[in-house]
């Protein structure tokens, strides 16, 4: 009877010898994809996730919460927001700059994260910041108030409709310039964009490449895509069954072609919509309608 002690845990041995030694090779002759095309795992997606959710809530419990609400307060974090969030994380029907959609894991929106994490965690993570996520330490940048500035807006936040934030942006601003662009026939989410491929160059849509091309666009920060690894909490639907829906946005049919049309060009398809352009090239949409194609229920 205490051979099988002593064997299960030779066995034991022996097993973490064998991972740590898997792990290590995996390392050493570059078997691991570090681009930033390729996504995390879900399993390593989901331990980041977790251990950034848990480290924030601990680091954070002791802090003291000031007064949010401030009219001036909420007037000076609009102004912080725009000068210093949006870039990364956008804003109601604003996308990101074209510098962020290639971060890799991508910048969330920060729409709800007012609503999904205390006052206290939300202070905690834009004075720290995040390792490997590309989110910097404010704390060298902007003084507690103006930290608790941004807060204070981002509890606003989720109550704007896109319009709403548009208006609210300074004369020149981006969210202005957005607005201009939305009614302009040259606006970036119809016009080619630099170096994109000529009509004559394209091909039919690609799903595996459409998979691919959702994690640089930053579909999955706002919507849950199965067997994607992304953001934990979402801003837009579910894109679950995506092919089996009659109509996109309620407004046009589910076709690959009107799926292209809506990613180049939501405001066109349905105004005032929370979707922004982010400026797609036409054959990543193709790519992107076709690997939604294959997201049936019924397969």
Not at 132 to 150: F, K, L, N, S
Not at 171 to 193: F, I, K, R, Y
Not at 276 to 291: K, S, T, V, Y
Request: charged share 20%.
């Amino acid at each position: 009877m205490r051979r099988w002690p002593r064997i299960a845990a030779w066995c034991v041995a022996a097993l973490v010898l064998a991972g740590a030694a898997l792990g290590s090779a995996t390392v050493y002759f570059g078997w691991y994809d570090v681009s930033a095309t390729g996504p995390h795992t879900v399993p390593v997606y989901a331990l980041l996730d977790v251990a950034s959710t848990r480290s924030v809530k601990l680091r954070s419990a002791d802090i003291d919460v000031p007064d949010l609400d401030s009219p001036d307060r909420i007037r000076r974090g609009d102004a912080l927001y725009r000068a210093q969030c949006a870039q990364c994380h956008g804003g109601p029907g604003q996308a990101p700059e074209p510098y962020a959609l290639g971060l890799n894991p991508a910048p969330p929106p920060l729409v709800t994260s007012a609503r999904e994490r205390p006052a206290a965690e939300v202070f905690w993570i834009i004075r720290h910041g995040i390792k490997m996520t590309g989110m910097p330490a404010w704390q060298y940048r902007m003084t507690d108030e103006q930290i608790w500035d941004v807060v204070g807006y981002m509890r606003v936040l989720p109550t704007l409709s896109p319009q709403q934030y548009r208006d609210g942006a300074p004369s020149g601003g981006p969210a202005s310039s957005l607005a201009s662009a939305s009614t302009s026939p040259s606006s970036s989410a119809t016009a080619t964009p630099p170096g994109d491929m000529r009509v004559g160059d394209m091909r039919v849509g690609d799903a595996k490449a459409g998979r691919a091309a959702l994690q640089q666009y930053l579909c999955v920060t706002c919507h849950a895509i199965p067997g994607v690894p992304g953001a934990r909490h979402y801003v837009g639907p579910s894109l679950d069954g995506m092919a089996d829906r009659s109509r996109i946005a309620g407004v046009v049919p589910n076709s690959p072609d009107y799926m292209q049309r809506w990613l180049m060009d939501p405001q066109g398809i349905k105004p005032g919509t929370a979707m922004p352009a982010l400026g797609l090239r036409e054959q990543d949409a193709r790519d992107i309608a076709a690997f939604l194609q294959t997201l049936s229920n019924f397969e």
